[in-house]
């Protein structure tokens, strides 16, 4: 069970789509509640990185990762492995890849081999009815979702071939709308991969996320439902236990 924090300007904000953000509240309160309340892992996005072209924002990073213990995941902004290289040194356990992978994929075999592929994870904004093979396009630059032309499920085995060590899968169609996982995206890139599958976007109610795992989801992660209180996360661990799903 992940919380997400998606930042921008040093604060947590969430929209629908990616579009319409408002403020969510301090991403180190957050992250320090997220943990106390049993979260296993947290996200940390900086979502306006890398659409205006500047590194991510260390020093928020630093005093999130100061406040918890728990896995921390840190993307945005992300094209080098020296990028990597200082997140990790402020405190991130593992760095989420988007943009810059689709630019150059061989970042990807880059990182991996630096840094092992266990701290790579490669963050996949998927929207649909672009044309694609699969139905599924890759976007790029967050809310800006520029297209890319490439089909999502093909990237996200292609990543995992070049040394992606997990892949949140990013649904742009179901993000913020609370309606639910996108239950045959996940189904597509579980069969296509074998590595750690990070389903997000979509969740509004406890009885979402035993779906998302049925579906082939090794975690799932949300961000609206935590920040503003419609959810608890031992109400969706419990959700998931009734389930059958272990969980920790």
């Known amino acids: 069970m992940i919380p997400c924090l998606d930042v921008d300007a040093g604060r947590v904000v969430k929209g629908v789509k ?15 509640a997220y943990e106390a309340a049993g979260a296993d892992e947290l996200t940390f996005l900086d979502v306006s990185a890398s659409s205006e072209g500047r590194a991510t924002m ?8 100061d406040q918890v213990s728990v896995p921390l995941t840190v993307g945005g902004g992300v094209r080098t492995p020296d990028d ?35 701290v790579l994870v490669l963050s996949a904004d998927v929207a649909s009815g672009r044309g694609t093979e699969s139905g599924w396009e890759i976007t790029t630059h967050g809310g800006q979702k520029r297209s890319t032309g490439l089909d999502a499920v093909a990237w996200c085995a292609r990543a995992a071939e070049l040394g992606a060590g997990e892949i949140l899968l990013n649904s742009i169609d179901a993000d913020g709308t609370k309606a639910g996982f996108d239950l045959p995206l996940i189904a597509a890139v579980r069969a296509a991969v074998d590595i750690p599958l990070i389903a997000s976007g979509g969740a509004g109610k406890a009885a979402d996320f035993p779906p ?16 503003f209180g419609d959810v608890t996360i031992a109400e969706v661990k419990r959700a998931l236990a009734d389930a059958g799903h272990p969980v920790r």
């Open 18 to 32: 990616f579009e319409n953000l408002r403020d969510a509240g301090d991403p180190v309160e957050l992250a320090a």
């Open 58 to 65: 260390h020093d928020v990073v630093a005093r999130t990762a």
């Open 84 to 118: 990597v290289d200082r997140l990790l040194r402020a405190g991130a356990d593992k760095v989420g890849v988007n943009t810059a992978a689709i630019a150059r994929p061989e970042v990807i075999a880059e990182i991996a081999d630096r840094f092992g592929d266990q």
């Open 212 to 227: 998302a795992v049925d579906a082939g989801a090794d975690a799932v992660l949300a961000a609206s439902i935590f920040h």
